[in-house]
């Protein structure tokens, strides 16, 4: 017998937020497969509001209503039964954090958590990376965000380790990431990697799967540390503009990409690994997990 349904995640992070929807479809005798249906995108950046002034201005407050209002329009759609909202680091380091939370669950019916560090670190942790890792080896995984950073060292198949730092793409565009954080940071990666002899980078996030899928590489296969430098390297080389049209980068991917470059390569170097994978995953694949599993609430769609 076969059993279809759909549920949705959506993730409010501090560049953008996005409504993945996914399939679920459950065979006697058959293991259960997650498939995407449909993935929308909206970068809205509440980072470059909150990591500044502290508050979401109400030009964003406008956005994120329409937003959720649309996802709401669109789950009802594709007949979602199940979804949840989880809003990351600028929501929860706002001001107001909590009136947008009522205001949209007054006005577009959507109900939003906001989860802590260690939460976003666990439900990323969760995900399924089975099919993307051997067992026998060790990984650092790397989930580079807008607003944190979140890393969880992986022991054949087991996690072992698990934190969030606050050092994001916007964050660091706006130049309010110390030195301490940073070393705070080296210091957990060596402590927490340094037990083992070769270790491998896994990196999620919408930029370092733009540079894999730049890079031309075919799926499976890593990144070198030294390409990496590399790209790096060339995108400095590069204005905001340049980047926009002659490496035809969307204009919110073209100024994160290179932060979010540099955190991947300080995790390889700290790490000591000289490769990185780079799956399809990311925290709207753990939400959707965590909603079937039941390691965490989910909430009906009426």
Same mark, same amino acid.
Do not use: W
């Given at each position: 017998m076969l059993s279809i349904k759909k549920y949705a995640a959506i993730d409010i992070g501090s560049n953008a937020v996005?409504?993945?929807?996914?399939?679920?479809?459950?065979? !006697?005798?058959?293991?259960?497969?997650?498939?995407?249906?449909?993935? &929308?995108?909206?970068?809205?950046?509440?980072?470059?509001?909150?990591?500044?002034?502290?508050?979401?201005?109400?030009?964003?407050?406008?956005?994120?209503? /329409?937003?959720?209002?649309?996802? !709401?329009?669109?789950?009802?759609?594709?007949?979602?039964? !199940?979804? !949840?909202?989880?809003?990351?680091?600028?929501?929860?380091?706002?001001?107001?954090?909590?009136?947008?939370?009522?205001?949209?669950?007054?006005?577009?019916? &959507?109900?939003? /958590?906001?989860?802590?560090?260690?939460?976003?670190?666990?439900?990323?942790?969760?995900? /399924?990376?089975?099919?993307?890792?051997?067992? /026998?080896?060790?990984?650092?995984?790397v989930d580079v965000g807008g607003g944190s950073t979140e890393f969880s060292v992986i022991h054949h198949g087991k996690t072992v380790a698990s934190k969030s730092f606050k050092i994001g793409t916007v964050r660091l565009l706006n130049d309010i990431v110390n030195k301490d954080t940073w070393q705070e940071l080296e210091q957990w990666i060596k402590q927490n990697t340094s037990g083992y002899d070769i270790i491998d980078v896994i990196g999620s996030g919408g930029n370092i799967n733009k540079i894999f899928k730049i890079s031309g590489k075919a799926l499976g296969k890593p990144l070198t540390y030294f390409y990496l430098t590399s790209y790096y390297n060339k995108l400095q080389t590069y204005s905001y503009e340049e980047r926009i049209i002659e490496l035809e980068l969307n204009q919110d991917r073209a100024d994160v990409i290179i932060p979010a470059t540099r955190i991947y390569l300080s995790a390889m170097k700290w790490s000591g690994a000289k490769d990185i994978y780079v799956p399809k995953i990311g925290l709207s694949d753990g939400i959707i997990k965590s909603i079937y599993y039941d390691t965490v609430s989910s909430i009906s769609l009426s």
């Open positions: 996005r409504l993945l929807i996914s399939s679920i479809i459950e065979q !006697k005798g058959q293991l259960i497969k997650f498939k995407k249906t449909s993935l &929308v995108r909206v970068p809205i950046r509440l980072g470059s509001d909150v990591f500044v002034s502290g508050n979401i201005s109400e030009d964003n407050k406008n956005r994120m209503l /329409d937003t959720m209002t649309a996802f !709401k329009l669109l789950m009802k759609s594709h007949k979602v039964v !199940k979804y !949840k909202a989880c809003a990351t680091s600028a929501m929860r380091e706002a001001d107001n954090g909590n009136e947008v939370v009522k205001l949209i669950s007054k006005h577009a019916k &959507v109900d939003i /958590d906001i989860i802590d560090g260690e939460e976003e670190a666990a439900i990323i942790a969760a995900t /399924d990376l089975h099919s993307y890792i051997k067992e /026998d080896k060790t990984y650092l995984y």
